[in-house]
């Protein structure tokens, strides 16, 4: 149960605001935009997804640069909440095709029609996008997709300046192309968060994968459809399943923790020879959810160093490689390290080659932060920095530096060596042949290298 819904653009503005139950102050969107930006408890520079301030809980995601917020006098569970707002939206998204503060404007009466739908009274009614069709009956104003901002979900999907075929996620769902005829196609897409801890020496503490399977189909009619992975896959360790898929197939190269898979999902196959069989709904969804913990390649291998070269200098050298493919590259990589409390000043030795680097010091937090715009397989760079301190360190440089994390996409790569091996479309009719799009990317998750 929750009292109120809005969304906050990066400024503080009131886009979409809905009071359901009116037993929280109408100011509740200042109270806690001011309490987000100038949170400072606990030494945290961040506010938690949850807090509560004189009585009022506040709950929130932050989504494409928007602040997803829901308010509520009851205790009620968080994770409950936290996943209406991921849900919201993701539904908004659907319905829209992009996800922006523009977009959210052009179309408010829409936006206010789907809320009015998911939430009566502060209670869940649905999130479901097929489900909503029958209700929602405004049409969305369609948003130019070049306008999409970086930080869209959009941007994981481009290699370099180039969009990837089809960009499903700028797309509605109700939407038609130019013309009132729909295009048939459908998108699939892997995606991987990934783990890693380097030893200060470069070998590997602990590495993990957690991936999806999204899918978002524009098909008429709703056939089914078959979606085939590598026949060596193998679910749980030793071949056995916590979820009871065991391996029967063999060893298996790709080894899964563990996995998950959507209620419209028919498995009668799976054991068999890896097929998926489902009718996909209306709407962006998760197919299969996995999670690895064997050993794999990291795309990218980060050392660093840091060491005294004087009473008040020292000097830092971090050395990135690009372990994957030169075919592919890995975009909008950002490497941070925290200095020293007593660091006055830094001055960077770049090299040159490396495509739209920038190094700087955050002197508010002593961190040190290196960008690039692009890397592509096999490439290795390196940053030095040199630190002038305000006093002499009298103990290790090491454990008052570092560590040091990277954040990166790599579109059309996956660490796993998961594969859609192909997705096969129940024919209506000899002429039907609808496209079919199947993206992959690997995005870092906590991607850290010890001092």
Partial sequence: MISQFFVLSQRGDNIVFRDYRGDVPKGSTEIFFRKVKFWKEDGEEEAPPVFNVDGVNYFHVKIVGLLFVATTRANVSPSLIMELLQRIARVTKDYLGILSEES????????????????????????????????????????????????????????????????????????????????????????????????????????????????????????????????????????????????????????????????????????????????????????????????????????????????????????????????????????????????????FDVEPGAIGQMADFKEANKRLEWSLKKIVGGAEHTLRAKLTFSQESHGNLTKEAGPVSMNFTIPMYNASRLQVKYLQIAKKSKTYNPYRWVRYVTQANSYVARM
Wanted: charged residues 20%; proline residues 5%; glycine residues 8%.
């Fill in 104 to 347: 959210l404007r052009r179309n408010f009466v829409l936006v206010y029609e789907l809320l009015d739908e998911v939430i009566d009274f502060g209670y869940v009614q649905t999130t479901s996008t097929e489900v909503l069709k029958s209700y929602i009956f405004n049409e969305p104003i369609v948003v130019d997709a070049a306008r999409v901002p970086a930080l869209g979900p959009a941007s994981i999907f481009m290699q370099g300046n180039k969009r990837m075929p089809g960009t499903a996620v700028t797309k509605s769902v109700v939407a038609n192309e130019p013309g009132g005829r729909k295009r048939e196609e459908i998108f699939v897409d892997i995606i991987e968060k990934i783990s890693v801890t380097f030893s200060s020496s470069g070998y590997i503490l602990t590495s993990e994968i957690d991936g999806t399977i999204q899918m978002k189909s524009y098909l008429t009619g709703n056939p089914e459809i078959k979606l085939a992975l590598n026949e060596d896959v193998s679910i749980g360790r030793g071949g056995n399943s916590a979820y009871g898929y065991g391996n029967s197939i063999g060893s298996g190269t790709v080894i899964l923790d563990d996995c998950n898979f959507h209620e419209s999902v028919h498995l009668d196959n799976f054991d068999l020879d890896r097929t998926l069989s489902l009718v996909p709904s209306d709407g962006e969804f998760s197919v299969m959810n996995y999670r690895m913990t064997q050993e794999f390649k990291p795309p990218f291998r980060v050392n660093a160093l840091i060491e005294e070269a004087g009473a008040l200098k020292a000097e830092v050298i971090i050395k990135i490689r690009a372990e994957f493919p030169s075919s592919a590259t890995a975009n909008t990589i950002l490497v941070q390290m925290p200095l020293p409390s007593y660091t006055s000043r830094v001055s």
